[in-house]
């Protein structure tokens, strides 16, 4: 069974408007993260919550707001949709908040903006 | 400041060939090396890890190396199966700086029956 669920699997959005990805980690995880892989570029890191506080943003624009409703929660609200947004976007989870720890990632949340 | 570099973006073999997938790394600090494997429609999932404690990782017949005077953390294995095929990443890490885990551009490896 999937440890990381990440919601939809699939979707579909047009430019200017906005989605919510849903990510839930059933690991017992107090770190989350979001990482971003899109065709140009490598997997790269946007976010991580530490008990459910922002501790690190990389993420140039504020389009992109993470939110953590609960601790093993960590959703990604993106508004103001462009196309250059089209990618997969992981969840990922350890133990604690760590660069030096196993990552788990979920599937990914594959988004295209047409 | 921190950042893995992977030459190779893909990487076409036999069955039973031997690998080599070249990452350097730079880091002030005091670095953890990953390989990160990722198979078509899934996430990344750990394939090993090393710390400047051990230098040296092995998990499912892949290793890895350590270096510190060459900065590289090369991936190796002695016979690839064609179950194999997927791209692989080089992770850098540091406890001393930076707060999140860098992941290299990826090496695709294809291999062929």
């Known amino acids: 069974d999937p440890k990381i669920i990440q919601k939809p699997k699939y979707l579909v959005a047009v430019t200017g408007s906005e989605k919510i990805l849903i990510c839930e980690q059933y690991l017992g995880h107090n770190a989350m993260y979001w990482y971003r892989q899109s065709a140009k570029k490598p997997l790269e890191f946007m976010f991580s919550?530490?008990?459910?506080?922002?501790?690190d943003n990389q993420t140039a624009s504020s389009r992109f707001q993470p939110q953590s409703s609960k601790k093993n929660h960590l959703d990604l609200q993106i508004t103001a949709l462009k196309p250059d947004d089209s990618a997969t976007y992981f969840c990922?989870?350890?133990?604690?908040?760590?660069?030096?720890?196993?990552?788990?990632f979920g599937e990914g949340s594959k988004l295209t903006v047409l | 400041g921190n950042s893995v570099t992977q030459m190779q973006g893909q990487v076409t073999l036999s069955e039973e060939e031997f690998l080599f997938i070249n990452c350097t790394y730079s880091?002030?600090?005091?670095?953890?090396l990953f390989w990160y494997v990722q198979y078509p429609g899934e996430g990344p999932q750990l394939l090993l890890k090393v710390t400047t404690a051990n230098n040296k990782g092995s998990s499912r017949g892949f290793e890895a190396t350590y270096d510190k005077g060459t900065t590289s953390f090369h991936l190796q294995k002695a016979s690839v199966q064609e179950s194999d095929s997927a791209v692989y990443y080089c992770?850098?890490?540091?406890?001393?700086?930076?707060?999140?885990?860098?992941f290299g551009t990826g090496t695709k490896l294809q291999v062929v029956p």
């Open positions: 919550y530490s008990y459910q506080k922002l501790m």
């Open positions: 990922a989870s350890s133990q604690d908040q760590t660069n030096t720890g196993q990552l788990y």
């Open positions: 992770v850098l890490g540091d406890r001393n700086s930076g707060t999140y885990q860098r």
């Open positions: 880091t002030t600090g005091y670095p953890t």
